[in-house]
């Protein structure tokens, strides 16, 4: 943090740093023949496990932020549940928009560091879920290796994404509720919107699926190429008995509670606040960085937003 903010303060930062790269879309036409029902099940004996980060922003102006990552993960067996997590402090220098996508590509990191610890000794009766697409390889994507780990220990890999606006149909709508639209079940998959594509770093089919009959709610569910070969219906009914949890209803409870378990509390924020504060005092350049959090954070004041945290999360970095 130091480091890079010194050398912003002395030296400034090149215009148009860093352009980040967008997901693709993906737009195809809805096909009713895709679409298979699902078998609810009210327990099942295998093992859940899930991994999400969080990005809260700690002191920021228009060309640079101190953010903290925490990253968590969730196991479920049966109504057991066991938790750990991991915050480490990020700083970036560049446009909002801009840092926006390198702490995505942050993000994705500490969840496969994560995601592999977990996955040690991990069997066949495993599910891993991740939050988002299944790219794996290079910037802004999961590893590699946490594939090829799952895939040699036979874990089912999948990922879910809370939304998809890069899923579309063939007019640019929404494919998620055109696919709701068409569908006849109260659970369901349609698959696949499209097959995975290593070449183009898409490790998974693309699916969509609805795992409650009491929620409207759909979401897009890559699988890993490599669990294809089996009957897609069987693989992803286990995941209706974790998706009737009244917080999350709808929504696997173990992505559900990876994710509330990733949320800092407002005393580790100020404390993490307040640690960066006394650093950047010792390096001499807290008043010239103040001054830029002064030229851009009168809209958070009348708000009421007095520290940057107050205002969420990443779409505000």
């Given at each position: 943090?130091?480091?890079?903010?010194?050398?912003?303060?002395?030296?400034?930062?090149?215009?148009?740093?860093?352009?980040a790269?967008?997901?693709p879309?993906?737009?195809?036409?809805?096909?009713?023949?895709?679409?298979?029902?699902?078998?609810?099940?009210?327990?099942?004996?295998?093992?859940?496990?899930?991994?999400?980060?969080?990005?809260?922003?700690?002191?920021?102006?228009?060309?640079?932020?101190?953010?903290?990552?925490?990253?968590?993960?969730?196991?479920?067996?049966?109504?057991?549940?066991e938790w750990?997590f991991?915050?480490?402090?990020f700083?970036l220098?560049?446009?909002?928009?801009?840092r926006?996508?390198?702490?995505?590509?942050?993000?994705?990191?500490?969840?496969?560091?994560?995601?592999?610890?977990?996955?040690?000794?991990?069997?066949?009766?495993?599910?891993?879920?991740?939050?988002?697409?299944?790219?794996?390889?290079g910037?802004?994507?999961?590893?590699?290796?946490l594939?090829?780990?799952?895939?040699?220990?036979?874990?089912?890999?999948?990922?879910?994404?809370?939304?998809?606006?890069?899923?579309?149909?063939?007019?640019?709508?929404?494919?998620?509720?055109?696919?709701?639209?068409?569908?006849?079940?109260?659970?369901?998959?349609?698959?696949?919107v499209?097959?995975?594509?290593?070449?183009?770093?898409?490790?998974?089919?693309?699916?969509?699926?609805?795992?409650?009959?009491?929620?409207?709610?759909?979401?897009?569910?890559?699988?890993?190429?490599?669990?294809?070969?089996?009957?897609?219906?069987?693989?992803?009914?286990?995941?209706?008995?974790?998706?009737?949890?009244?917080?999350?209803?709808?929504?696997?409870?173990?992505?559900?509670?990876?994710?509330?378990?990733?949320a800092?509390?407002?005393?580790?924020?100020?404390?993490?606040?307040?640690?960066?504060?006394?650093k950047?005092?010792?390096?001499?350049?807290?008043?010239?960085?103040?001054?830029?959090?002064?030229?851009?954070?009168?809209?958070?004041?009348?708000?009421?937003?007095?520290?940057?945290?107050?205002?969420?999360?990443?779409?505000y970095?």
């Amino acid at each position: 943090m130091r480091e890079r903010l010194r050398a912003y303060v002395e030296k400034g930062r090149a215009i148009g740093f860093g352009e980040a790269k967008e997901e693709p879309i993906i737009a195809v036409k809805p096909e009713k023949t895709r679409i298979r029902a699902l078998k609810g099940l009210r327990s099942c004996d295998v093992h859940y496990m899930a991994v999400d980060c969080s990005t809260r922003t700690l002191r920021r102006a228009n060309n640079w932020g101190i953010y903290l990552l925490r990253v968590s993960s969730a196991m479920v067996k049966e109504r057991s549940v066991e938790w750990d997590f991991e915050e480490r402090m990020f700083t970036l220098v560049g446009e909002a928009y801009v840092r926006r996508k390198l702490l995505q590509d942050a993000r994705l990191e500490l969840e496969s560091e994560m995601a592999l610890r977990l996955t040690g000794d991990a069997g066949d009766q495993t599910y891993l879920l991740l939050d988002g697409a299944s790219y794996f390889g290079g910037e802004r994507k999961f590893r590699v290796s946490l594939y090829e780990r799952c895939q040699k220990n036979h874990i089912r890999l999948l990922t879910i994404s809370k939304q998809s606006p890069t899923l579309r149909d063939e007019k640019g709508r929404d494919f998620a509720a055109a696919a709701c639209a068409l569908a006849e079940d109260s659970i369901w998959v349609y698959h696949p919107v499209i097959k995975a594509n290593p070449h183009e770093h898409l490790y998974g089919d693309v699916s969509v699926v609805k795992l409650s009959g009491e929620s409207p709610r759909v979401f897009r569910c890559d699988v890993m190429d490599y669990l294809t070969d089996q009957p897609i219906d069987e693989l992803l009914s286990p995941l209706t008995a974790i998706s009737e949890d009244p917080r999350c209803i709808g929504y696997p409870v173990v992505l559900w509670l990876a994710h509330d378990f990733s949320a800092p509390s407002e005393s580790q924020l100020l404390n993490y606040y307040d640690i960066a504060e006394a650093k950047l005092g010792d390096a001499g350049i807290l008043d010239v960085l103040r001054r830029e959090e002064l030229s851009s954070n009168f809209a958070d004041e009348l708000h009421g937003n007095r520290y940057a945290f107050n205002r969420e999360w990443i779409d505000y970095a």
